[in-house]
Each structure stands twice: as C-alpha cells, then as structure tokens.
C-alpha cells in the first residue's frame, strides 16, 4: 500500500502514521524528520534548510523533491510506503507522479486528516516530542510514556511561526486536497477525535 499522508501541520498526520506503520508494516517517510535529522547532523542540507524551518516557511521544490526522490529509490520503500508532509505543493506533486509512474508503484490513497485551524494552534503550542524515539506527546508527559527519554518542544512549535506554518498550508497545500480528488485518490477523515477514533476510520477508509 501506498500512501500520501494530507493534512495541516498538527493534525496528527505522525500518530496516524506511526500506527499504520506497526500494523501494516510500511516504510515511513516524513520529510520534517529527514530534515530534522540533516539540521542535527549539520550537513549541507541541514544548514539550508534550517532558515526556512525556523521561519515556519517551506523548504524549496528541488531541495525537497531531490531527497524523496532518492529515498523512494531505497529497496525499503518497495512493498509500501507513507508519505508523511510529502507533497506540500502542486509542483511536489506532480513530480512525485512522475517518479511513482516511473518506478511503476502508484499510490493507493491520499489520505487527509481534517482538523480545524483554532484546534491546531492550542494542539502545536503543547506538543512535545521524545528526544530518543520520536514519541509524539504533549506539555503533560514529563518524560516519554514509551521509552522514559527527553521530551523537547521543536523549534518550530511556537505559537507565531506555527500560525506562518498554517497559512503556508493554506495557500500552497490545501490545493492538494482538490488535486487528489480529481485523481480520485482523496479519502477524507475528521481528525478532531479521539486518536483511536480516527485510526479505526483511517482503516475502514482504506480497506
Ligand atoms: P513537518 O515536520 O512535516 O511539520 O515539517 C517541518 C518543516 O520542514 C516544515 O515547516 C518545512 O519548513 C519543512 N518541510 C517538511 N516537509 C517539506 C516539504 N514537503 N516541502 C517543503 N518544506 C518541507
């Protein structure tokens, strides 16, 4: 199964993923870790994309589609995959179908977790992350409930560069909505609801 996970940031795009990754066994990729990842390490890549993250404002088209584009050529990617904060603009998109068209593996569902923007600045200004496993929680999880490690606020989790971060979703991703369903690939989900609530829709949806 192929995936692209839609959705403005915050609305649970991760904790869907990371659930459909334990039962279905697909690769994950989330651009926002790889990147992350980069600017930890201090690469190249990293140190350019680093401005734009902090601003709340997207990496460029060829940056970005240059690293999918090589990950989606990695063997773990073969049998399925989520797409998680890939694509965030029309042109992400259409490059992302022409290299799915080449490697002959297209994708199943678009799948858009739908919450509102008033729920998603309250829900970003709380969320902590552990610095061990990637557990996504909030300012209540003193350490991770997972693994006991650190819990961080990522930089970006501030209340004036996540209302930047909404209105970029507005202008460049919300037209991906409208470009899923024409390709029929669009399957929409309420994701104001209880995290288990949504994950049994999510699944009924795709099956
Ligand atoms: P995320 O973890 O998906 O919220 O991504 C964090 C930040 O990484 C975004 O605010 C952007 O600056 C950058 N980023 C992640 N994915 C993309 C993408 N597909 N296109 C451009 N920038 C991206």
Known sequence: M??????????????QAAKLIDEY??????????????????TE???????????????????????????????DTANGFIL??????TAQAVALDAELGKL?????????IDVKPEVIINRLCSRRMCKECGYIGSVADAVCPVC??????????????????????????SPLIDYYRGCDLLVSIDG??????????VKDALN
């Open 2 to 15: 192929n995936i692209v996970l839609l959705g403005a940031p915050g609305a649970g795009k991760g904790t």
């Open 25 to 42: 066994g697909l690769t994950h990729i989330s651009t926002g870790d790889m990147l992350r990842a980069a600017v930890k390490e201090g």
């Open 45 to 75: 890549l990293g140190l350019q994309a680093k401005k734009y993250m902090d601003a709340g404002d997207l990496v460029p088209d060829d940056v970005i589609i240059g690293l999918v584009t090589e990950r989606l050529s990695q063997p």
């Open 84 to 89: 998680d904060g890939f694509p965030r603009t």
């Open 104 to 112: 002959e593996r297209p994708l199943d569902a678009a799948l858009l």
């Open 148 to 173: 006991g490690g650190e819990m961080y606020q990522r930089d970006d989790d501030n209340e004036a560069t996540v209302r930047n971060r909404l209105d970029v979703y507005e202008k460049s991703t």
């Open 192 to 201: 104001d609801r209880d995290v288990d609530v949504v994950y049994a829709d």
